[in-house]
C-alpha cells in the first residue's frame, strides 16, 4: 500500500507530538512493507531522501506562526495530486480540515489525525478559535476516518457530531529495556510506586487528574 503522511513539520522527530507519532508510525509501516512517503518542511528538516525506508519530500512554506502549517500542507496536496497515487492519505492536525475537500474532490482516500480539542486550548483566541472550531466540521465531514488519541476526545466528536466510526488510538511510546534501579535510587523512588509523565505543564493536559489519582 502507498501512504502519504501531510500536515507534520517533517521526520525524523525533532519537535512536536504529531512528529513523532509520524515517525514511529511511518518506520513501522515501512517494515511492514507498505511504501511511506513523508511531506516536510524545508528548513525543518534536514535529513533528505530517505529516512530508514520512508520517503522524504521537501517543501517550502511561509514561515509564520499562523501561515506555516496550512500552506505547507496545501502545497504537499497539489503536490500529492499532480505527482503521486497513493492509496491512503493521512493527514495530521484538526487546523488543516479545510483542506480535505480538495482531496475528496480528485477521489482520494483521507484520514485524519486531530490531537485534543484545538479551539479549546488557552493559546487560541478570537478569530484563531473560531477556525479551528470550523475546521472540526470539515475534518468530520470530508475525512473517511477520523483518528484521536484520546477517549474524552472521541466522546466529544460522538456528542457534538454524532459519529461513532472514528478510530479511538492512544499514543504509545517505545519502550527502553533495563534492570538498572541506580537512577530510582538517586532520585528517591521505590520502583512501581511512581507515575511518569512527560508533556508540556499546559491546562489542555489535566495533570490535576493524574495527581489526583495518583494521591489516592
Known amino acids: 500500500m502507498k501512504i ?5 513539520r517533517g521526520i525524523p522527530a525533532s519537535y512536536g507530538g504529531f512528529e513523532l507519532i509520524a515517525d514511529v508510525t511511518a518506520r513501522q509501516m515501512t517494515e511492514r512493507g507498505h511504501s511511506v512517503t513523508v511531506y516536510c518542511r524545508l528548513g525543518k528538516v534536514e535529513l ?3 529516512y530508514k525506508g520512508v520517503r522524504l519530500i521537501q517543501l517550502p512554506t511561509i ?8 500552506f505547507h500542507t496545501a502545497l504537499s496536496i497539489i503536490y ?12 495530521y492536525n484538526v487546523g488543516n480540515g479545510i483542506l480535505l475537500p480538495i482531496l475528496k474532490l480528485f477521489g482520494k482516500k483521507v484520514v485524519i489525525s486531530v490531537d485534543g480539542i484545538e479551539w479549546k486550548r488557552k493559546k487560541f483566541s478570537g478569530f484563531s478559535r473560531w477556525y479551528m472550531r470550523f475546521n472540526e466540521r470539515f475534518a468530520v465531514r470530508f475525512s473517511d476516518r477520523l483518528i484521536v488519541d484520546s477517549r474524552a476526545v472521541w466522546e466529544y466528536y ?6 461513532k466510526d472514528h478510530i479511538y488510538l492512544p499514543s504509545g511510546v517505545e519502550p527502553i529495556s533495563s534492570n538498572s534501579q541506580d537512577f530510582l535510587k538517586e532520585l528517591g523512588i521505590e520502583p512501581k510506586r511512581y507515575l511518569l509523565f512527560v508533556g ?3 491546562p489542555e493536559k489535566k495533570i490535576e487528574f493524574l495527581i489526583e489519582g495518583f494521591s489516592r
Open 80 to 91: 500529492t495530486i499532480l505527482s503521486e497515487k497513493f492509496d491512503i492519505i493521512h493527514i
Open 158 to 163: 460522538n456528542r457534538r457530531y454524532g459519529i
Open 4 to 8: 502519504g503522511i501531510l500536515g507534520t
Open 48 to 50: 533528505r531522501g530517505e
Open 200 to 202: 508540556r505543564l499546559v
Open 63 to 70: 514561515d509564520t506562526k499562523y501561515t506555516s502549517t496550512i
